[in-house]
């Protein structure tokens, strides 16, 4: 079974910069598909960033040009460098693994960890 932990939540002020990190536990992190997801309150869960096992990355329109995902095989970690960051990127951040699993794939979520950015 794998577990995610998310940490690097905090306050942060407009303009300000934050990285998250999300571990994995378990030995299919390096076949693992991860995605960072962003739920704001009142508001229903997004996706903001992926990146496949070979490290293809993609990007919700809003964050492109100030977020970088990125991964760690050797430490089964997946990273997301914030810079620039507005008010309204205020969330509750979410990691997700999509991994091979029997004949298909299954996902595993992480617990989640706040940003706020406000002055």
């Known amino acids: 079974q794998v577990q995610l932990v998310e940490s690097g939540g905090g306050l942060v002020q407009p303009g300000g910069s934050l990285r998250l990190s999300c571990a994995a536990s378990?030995?299919?992190?390096?076949?693992?598909?991860m995605a960072w997801y962003r739920q704001a309150p009142g508001k229903e869960r997004e996706l903001v960033a992926t990146i496949t096992s070979g490290g293809s990355t993609n990007y919700v329109d809003s964050v492109k040009g100030r977020f970088t995902i990125s991964r760690d095989n050797a430490k089964n970690t997946v990273y997301l460098r914030m810079n620039s960051l507005k008010p309204e990127d205020t969330a509750v951040y979410y990691c997700?693994?999509?991994?091979?699993w029997g004949m298909g794939s299954m996902d595993a979520w992480g617990k989640g960890t706040l940003v706020t950015v406000s002055s």
């Open positions: 378990g030995s299919i992190f390096s076949t693992s598909a």
């Open positions: 997700k693994a999509t991994f091979p």
